[in-house]
């Protein structure tokens, strides 16, 4: 019947419109699935140091526009090379991953890790004042150094040496020199002994 006809036409149209919606959503959520693993590190899941450095530009920006305080931590492996030498790089990724997840533990839902490069990682610390920004690296530091790595019936330790870098409303530094900083504090914490947390003004 001529009724039976509409009705059939309009479920027909329904069906084609579910299906593009279907296809539109498959497609949107593909396009975010990829562009979230590009901003990740394959190995850690931290974000990686391209993603870092688009973030670390947006989060001066909003530093200077609020007027308070900010502060990057620099953390690097202590002799890292000497665990994947001893133990093998297989061993040396659990590591880095078990890592991530130490500081990740000990970070608020405001601040942002990302893996710099190797066995570097770096922190933003919005609204983080110098002492605050200190006092977290040291706990972090502990963390690390208190935690046993374990592969099967193998222990592990590793420890981190971390540089801290502040910038407050009487200082404006641009992302290269508060990274900038912040190396030179790493490798000064490196200089004297690892294992140590270092400022960047001393």
Not at 167 to 177: A, F, K
């Amino acid at each position: 019947s001529a009724d039976y006809d509409v009705t059939r036409d309009r479920l027909e149209v329904l069906e084609s419109a579910v299906g593009h919606l279907d296809l539109a959503m498959r497609n949107a959520f593909t396009l975010l699935l990829n562009r979230r693993n590009a901003e990740l590190d394959t190995l850690t899941s931290a974000y990686n140091r391209r993603h870092f450095e688009e973030t670390i530009a947006q989060e001066l920006i909003r530093h200077e526009r609020c007027r308070g305080d900010m502060s990057l931590l620099l953390v690097d492996i202590d002799h890292f090379k000497s665990i994947n030498d001893t133990y093998g790089h297989q061993i040396g990724d659990t590591v880095l991953r078990e890592i991530v997840n130490l500081l990740h533990s000990r970070l608020r839902s405001v601040d942002y890790l990302a893996r710099y490069g190797g066995e570097e990682f770096v922190i933003i610390l919005p609204h983080t004042t110098r002492n605050d920004a200190l006092q977290l690296a040291e706990r972090l530091r502990k963390t690390v150094a208190g935690h046993a790595f374990c592969s099967g019936s193998l222990q592990i330790t590793a420890t981190i040496s971390v540089g801290v870098s502040t910038c407050g409303e009487d200082l404006r530094l641009s992302s290269q020199e508060l990274f900038h900083n912040a190396d030179m504090a790493m490798y000064q914490a490196k200089h004297l002994g690892r294992n140590q947390v270092f400022c960047a003004d001393g």
